[in-house]
C-alpha cells in the first residue's frame, strides 16, 4: 500500500480500520465491500455503522452472517449491536429479534446481553408494537438477563405514553424491588404520564418522592409540569416553577420559554408575554420562528393585526427569515380581519422568497374574497 524509501510498508490492522473508515466517511462504502480485506471483525465496525446509516442493513447482515465467518472473523458484540440496531431503525425490530434469538446457538462471540435486548425492546415500542415489546421483555428473564435502568425506563415511558399510569408504577416498584433506580428519565415519564392524564396532584406528589429519592428534577421535568399548568391557564403556578428554576440551578431553555409565552399568549396576557420575552434575549436566547409565531397569534387573537405585522417585519430585522408557518399565520389573520388586499400581498412576497403555499393558506383567501 506504501513505500517508505525502498521498504516496504504492510498494512496492519489500524491502517485497514482507518481506510474503511475514510472510504465510509467519503461514501465508498463499495470499494470497501469489493476489496474483500481479510481483517479482523473489529476492523468491520466502522463499514457496518457506515451501511446501516446508509440504509443498506441487507448488506450489513450479509456481511455479519456471511462475509466475516467466511474470512475468518467471528462477529463480536459490536457487529452485533450495529446490526441489530440498523435493523431496528428500518423498522425491521422482528427481523433484530429472530437475529437475537440465533444468537446463543451461532457459536459467535456475541451472546445476547441487556444493551442488545433493549435494541429490540425500543425498536418495538417505536413500530408500535407494544405487545412484542413486552413479550422481549419477559423472554430478557427466561433467558436469565437481567432488565437495567434503559430497560424499565423504557417500558415505563411506553406505558405512561398510554396513560396506563397504574401498570407504569407496578414496573417501577418492580425496577426498584430488583435493585435497579430509576434515573431523571424515569421519573420525568411519569410525570409526563400523570399530567397527561390530568393527574397533576400525582404529578406533584410523584415529584416530591423523586426529590425525596435524591433524583434532582431536571429542565425537562420543569417543562413537562409548567406545559400542563399552562394549557390549563394556570399561568401564575407555572411561573413560580420558572422561577423556582434558576433557584435550583437549572437554566430554562427555548421550551421553557415558549410553554409560559405560550401560557401568557392564550390567556391574553400581552404585558407579561413581553416581559416574559425581554427577560429571554437578555438571558441570551433568541427568539426563533416558533416565538414569533406565539406573539403574532397573541396579538391575532385581540384583533390587533397592526401590532402583529410589526412582530412579522421583527423578524427580519433580527435576521430571521419568516417560515410558511409565519406566513400561514399572518396571511389567516389579515384576511379574518377583513385586510384581503394585505394578505394577498404577502402571499405574493411568500412566494418570491421561494415558499409554496399550500391548502391552508389558500383557505383563508379564497373565503375573504368571497365574504
Given at each position: ?9 504492510t ?68 457487529s ?76 415505563i ?31 420525568n ?44 391557564r ?12 434558576t ?95 394585505d ?12 415558499l ?16
Amino acid at each position: 500500500m506504501a513505500r517508505a524509501g525502498a521498504d516496504e510498508v504492510t498494512p496492519n490492522l489500524y491502517t485497514y480500520s482507518v481506510l474503511i473508515g475514510c472510504c465510509c466517511r467519503a461514501g465508498r462504502l463499495d470499494n470497501v465491500i469489493k476489496k474483500g480485506f481479510r481483517v479482523e471483525a473489529i476492523t468491520f465496525t466502522p463499514l457496518l455503522k457506515g451501511l446501516c446509516a446508509d440504509k443498506r442493513t441487507s448488506d450489513a447482515m450479509d456481511i455479519v452472517l456471511c462475509r466475516m465467518t467466511q474470512l475468518g472473523c467471528i462477529p463480536n458484540v459490536f457487529s452485533c449491536t450495529i446490526l441489530l440496531k440498523g435493523l431496528c431503525d428500518e423498522n425491521r425490530s422482528q427481523e433484530a429479534l429472530e437475529l437475537l434469538q440465533m444468537m446463543p446457538d451461532d457459536g459467535g462471540d456475541c451472546p445476547p446481553d441487556v444493551v442488545l435486548y433493549n435494541t429490540v425492546i425500543n425498536g418495538f415500542f417505536k413500530e408500535g408494537d407494544p405487545d412484542k415489546a413486552y413479550a422481549t421483555y419477559h423472554e430478557m428473564f427466561d433467558q436469565g438477563i437481567l432488565p437495567d435502568v434503559v430497560t424499565y425506563s423504557s417500558i415505563i415511558a411506553a406505558l405512561c405514553k398510554a396513560q396506563a399510569m397504574d401498570k407504569a408504577m407496578e414496573v417501577l416498584n418492580t425496577m426498584v424491588k430488583n435493585g435497579v433506580m430509576p434515573n431523571c428519565r424515569t421519573y420525568n415519564s411519569i410525570v409526563h404520564g400523570y399530567c397527561s392524564s390530568g393527574q397533576l396532584t400525582e404529578a406533584i406528589g410523584f415529584l416530591k418522592m423523586m426529590c425525596s429519592d435524591g433524583v434532582e428534577p431536571d429542565v425537562v421535568t420543569c417543562n413537562l409540569l409548567m406545559d400542563y399548568l399552562c394549557k390549563n391557564r394556570r399561568c401564575t403556578e407555572a411561573r413560580k416553577i420558572f422561577n423556582s428554576m434558576t433557584k435550583c440551578g437549572l437554566k430554562p431553555d427555548i421550551t421553557t420559554y415558549c410553554t409560559l409565552l405560550q401560557g401568557y399568549a392564550t390567556k391574553g396576557a400581552l404585558v407579561e408575554m413581553h416581559d416574559l420575552l425581554d427577560l429571554m434575549v437578555w438571558n441570551g436566547i433568541q427568539p426563533n420562528h416558533h416565538v414569533f409565531n406565539i406573539l403574532i397569534c397573541a396579538y391575532a387573537k385581540q384583533e390587533k393585526v397592526d401590532e402583529a405585522m410589526l412582530v412579522f417585519s421583527k423578524m427580519r430585522q433580527q435576521g430571521l427569515s419568516p417560515n410558511a408557518v409565519n406566513y400561514r399565520t399572518i396571511i389567516d389573520v389579515l384576511c379574518k380581519l377583513g385586510r384581503v388586499y394585505d394578505a394577498v400581498l404577502t402571499l405574493k412576497q411568500m412566494i418570491n422568497e421561494g415558499l409554496t403555499p399550500d391548502i391552508i393558506v389558500y383557505t383563508p383567501l379564497i373565503h375573504g374574497r368571497y365574504m
